[in-house]
């Protein structure tokens, strides 16, 4: 049961211009949503996360996008640089502690 | 700060093999969540773990389960491994009231 869909296997874009990945999600119960960077050979690392009360979140280059009407939510990434370049997972939050994941963007960011 | 920890970093098992994978928590975190991530699939949710009780599930079968120790100390075991169960399976750890998870870098499994 994929609760949380990331439909975009992966993304290129050229340095300094917008990234933009996206993500739906199927169960409206989710509380708080966040996303993941992940390279290679390591764990995912926190990125940003926006309450299901709020409809934007910033910090620095990345805003995160939350349309609840719509189950969807985007990362922003502005503007973007080649160490941008890694999977991104889009996690969804229920039950205070059960995170759901998606299955991941892989963004590419060319110099 | 100590981040947490998965041991081994890489695991080759035979078919009908049963395996045990560790992880130890960041100090004062109460939750274990693990995971296992495939290509194309992401991060699939197996269990979480909190104060030595498993407290949410994902849809796996029963031959992953999984344990807590008092110390926060996580184990997750598979018992006649299948040649799908190859994968990375990552553990994460949380304050376990809604806190965010930090990741440990996984153990690479594979099946043969």
């Known amino acids: 049961d994929q609760q949380v869909k990331q439909n975009s296997p992966s993304l290129s874009v050229q340095e300094g211009r917008i990234s933009i990945l996206n993500c739906d999600y199927t169960?409206?119960?989710?509380?708080?949503f966040l996303w993941y960077k992940k390279y290679p050979a390591e764990g995912p690392t926190f990125l940003i996360s926006i309450s299901s009360i709020k409809d934007k979140n910033e910090d620095g280059r990345f805003t995160v996008f939350l349309n609840k009407s719509a189950k969807h939510l985007s990362l922003h990434i502005v503007p973007s640089q080649p160490g941008d370049s890694a999977v991104y997972f889009c996690a969804a939050r229920i039950n205070n502690n059960d995170m759901r994941f998606g299955a991941g963007t892989r963004l590419t960011v060319k110099p | 700060k100590a981040g947490v920890t998965q041991t081994p970093r890489y695991l080759i098992k035979t078919r009908g093999q049963q395996v045990t994978l560790s992880c130890s928590p960041i100090s004062g975190h109460r939750s274990v969540s693990w995971y296992q991530q495939t290509p194309g699939q992401g991060l699939q949710f197996l269990f979480e773990?909190?104060?030595?009780?498993?407290?949410n599930k994902g849809n796996f079968p029963g031959r992953f389960s999984g344990r807590q120790f008092s110390n926060s100390r996580s184990e997750m075991n598979v018992s006649t491994l299948e040649l799908g169960d190859s994968a990375l399976y990552l553990c994460?750890?949380?304050?376990?009231?809604?806190?965010?998870?930090?990741f440990g870098s996984g153990t690479r499994l594979t099946v043969v």
């Open positions: 994460a750890s949380s304050p376990g009231t809604g806190g965010r998870y930090t």
């Open positions: 773990y909190f104060s030595e009780t498993q407290r």
């Open positions: 169960n409206s119960m989710f509380d708080y």
